[in-house]
Structure formats: C-alpha cells, structure tokens
Nanobody, 120 residues
Framework: QVQLVESGGGLVQPGGSLRLSCAAS????????MGWYRQAPGRERELVAR???????NYADAVKGRFTISRDNAKNTVYLQMNSLKPEDTAVYYC??????????????WGKGTLVTVSS
C-alpha cells in the first residue's frame, strides 16, 4: 500500500499561485502514474493533471496553460504548480497514484486532500 502526504494548499487571491506537493511512501514495486484530482462543493471529483513515470502528462482543459504537473521519481513526489488561479479553482485537491506491487498487482491510492481556496 502507498501512503500519500499532501502539502501546499491554502488561501490565495485570484491571479495568485500555489504549489502542491505529494510524497509517496510504502511498499510498492513502482509507481506508474501520479496525479491530482479536485472536488469542489456539490461537484464530482475530477481529474486536474496526471503524469506517468516517463514524464508523459495530460491536463484538464480548464487548467491547461495555467497549471504544471511535475514529478521527481527519485523522491516519489509529484508537484502541481498552479498559476493564474481563479475562484473556480477552489476545491479540495487529492493526490492519486497508480502503482504496482512486488506481486505485480495494480493498486490505486488516494491522499486525504488539501484545500485550495481562491478568494479576494
């Protein structure tokens, strides 16, 4: 099982920036992909961005050009740099990993979430 610890959320004014971090630890053979999802009040959880072990990325249309996902494989850590933040970016952001155990089993894990509030 993978343990995920998120950090970096908080309150920021519109147009501001935040950087989220998520460090993975535990027993796994490899982490295939790492990503960020978000859930705003009254809405379903949605993909924000995802990055593979080979640094391939994909983004939600709503954040393209403003958010950048990156990954440090040596540290098993994923980052989300969020620029030009808008009030509609307000949500709880969840880290997600898809890993493979030493037995070859695929596992999906979630962090507890970190709140991002964009407001003046």
């Amino acid at each position: 099982q993978v343990q995920l610890v998120e950090s970096g959320g908080g309150l920021v004014q519109p147009g501001g920036s935040l950087r989220l971090s998520c460090a993975a630890s535990g027993s796994f053979f490899s982490i295939n992909s790492m990503g960020w999802y978000r859930q705003a009040p009254g809405r379903e959880r949605e993909l924000v961005a995802r990055i593979t072990s080979r640094q391939g990325t994909n983004y939600a249309d709503a954040v393209k050009g403003r958010f950048t996902i990156s990954r440090d494989n040596a540290k098993n850590t994923v980052y989300l740099q969020m620029n030009s933040l808008k009030p509609e970016d307000t949500a709880v952001y969840y880290c997600n990993t898809v890993s493979v155990t030493r037995a070859g089993v695929g596992v999906t894990d979630w962090g507890k979430g970190t709140l991002v509030t964009v407001s003046s």
